[in-house]
């Protein structure tokens, strides 16, 4: 079963000024289509061929003798995830039942962007920024590379990624300004909201 | 681009303030940022100014204010020299690991680039040396450039003397570099280094890092890469 690059949830133009059209050009139609391609190449022939690619990432996390098919799969289901937690006109806070919960096991949603923007910031080289899941409770994670919460046995409700091609074009070494950006101007909270619900 | 401009005229400004006043420079002012050896348009076209500034006053200024701001909390470090530190950095935290490393790789990067066609060539005991180890020169480059382009995520590719003589090709993930007694991490003194973080490429060449790859190629300084094997050898 070959994996498909999914298109972006929005124009390419549609997070201007925050996201220009040049860095999503080339993050999603060239890093997330070339993390595609690699995974599509790498198990061509293999028994991993037909599965799908959760199944592919569980089996061969760990395995250092796979990791060129873990970080690629990886990389095509963080990147897939990326693009529906942001949207045009996003950020600001959550509401309801998500809210409710944040408040509940991070102490505030003040509490939960400062743990969020540490994450970040703190995520030494190339990785992502996480508010996961794990046994019921919402926590704030980084991961390092391609790495990700399915492989911690934790569900995503919401990443950030903080590999320098994701804000080098409109930012460069600024992450910090980057990071406020996307949790002022771009979290997708429905998105987060619905992850919640279906977790 | 007068940041870095105005960055050098208050370091300078603080060095004289402390000469001044017969003070030695206070303990956050134990590392510094060295000045790059060249103009930052002198690698233009392969290496554009704006990269060059960025990632010399943004990012390396950065690696060498947060080792800095780590002293306080490990006072040892104010008694090492920078080069000393790489090989006792497991004994430290890991931002100091990280800014170390960063402040280390990042000195020794800028004086292994020259503008085109003023870095010389490698001497004839590199090169045998080369040949003896790869078979010969292009095979070497071929293994670095592999080593440079497979490194996932941050970090750097190098070549490297061991401590039994051979050269080899390492990549190391992040700011760790050869000399770093970390586990996993092949030890040996580095002759030359490559970064592949993306904020080293990315604004020219975004996600073609092959094109960066072959377009440094002609920046090495061999004088200096002759000079650092000539000093690793003799110390044997
Ligand atoms: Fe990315
Ligand atoms: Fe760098």
């Known amino acids: 079963m070959a994996h498909t690059l999914p298109a972006l949830p929005y124009d390419l133009d549609a997070l201007e000024p925050h996201i220009s059209r040049a860095t999503l050009e080339f993050h999603h139609g060239k890093h997330h289509a070339a993390y595609v391609t690699n995974l599509n190449n790498l198990i061509s022939g293999t028994e991993l061929e037909n599965s799908g690619l959760e199944e592919i990432i569980v089996a061969v996390a760990g395995d250092a003798g796979k990791a060129g098919i873990f970080n690629n799969a990886a990389q095509v289901w963080n990147h897939s995830f990326y693009w529906q937690c942001i949207k045009p006109a996003g950020g600001g806070a959550p509401s309801g039942a998500l809210l409710d919960k944040i408040n509940a096991d991070l102490g505030s949603f003040e509490a939960f962007v400062e743990q969020f923007k540490a994450a970040g910031a703190t995520q030494f080289g190339s990785g992502w920024a996480w508010l996961v899941l794990d046994n019921g409770s919402l926590k704030v994670t980084k991961t390092p590379n391609a790495d990700l919460p399915l492989a911690h046995g934790q569900t995503a409700l919401l990443t950030m990624d903080v590999w320098e091609h994701a804000y080098y074009l409109d930012y460069q070494n600024r992450r910090p300004d980057y990071m406020t950006t996307f949790l002022e101007k771009l979290v997708n909270w429905d998105f987060v909201a619905a992850n919640l619900a279906a977790a | ?236």
């Not at chain 2, 103009?39 to 392969?46: G, M, N, R």
């Open chain 2, 1 to 236: 681009m007068p940041f870095p401009l105005f960055t050098r005229f208050l370091l300078a400004g603080l060095t004289a303030l402390c000469l001044l006043l017969g003070s030695a420079l206070p303990a956050w002012a134990e590392f510094s940022l060295p000045p790059l050896p060249y103009a930052v348009d002198a690698l233009e076209p392969a290496i554009d100014a704006t990269t060059m500034t960025i990632h010399h006053d943004r990012h390396h200024g950065a690696y060498v204010a947060n080792l800095n701001g780590q002293i306080q909390a490990n006072p040892s470090l104010a008694d090492l020299n920078l080069n000393d530190l790489q090989a006792k950095i497991s004994q430290f935290p890991v931002a100091v690991r990280n800014n170390g490393g960063g402040h280390w790789n990042h000195s020794l990067f800028w004086t292994l680039l020259a503008p085109a066609g003023q870095g010389g060539s490698p001497s004839q005991d590199l090169i045998a040396a080369i040949d003896r180890d790869f078979g010969s020169m292009q095979a070497m480059r071929t293994q670095f450039e592999q080593a440079a382009t497979t490194r996932f995520g941050s970090g750097w590719a190098w070549l490297i003397r061991k401590p039994d003589g051979s050269l080899a090709i390492t990549s190391t993930a992040n700011q760790d570099n050869p000399l770093m007694d970390i586990p996993g991490i092949e030890r040996g003194v580095p002759l030359l280094a490559l970064d592949v973080w993306e904020h080293a490429y990315y604004l020219k060449y975004q996600n073609r890092r092959p094109d960066y790859i072959q377009a440094w190629w002609p920046l090495v300084n061999w004088q200096e890469v002759n000079h650092r094997y000539a000093i690793a050898t003799s110390g044997r």
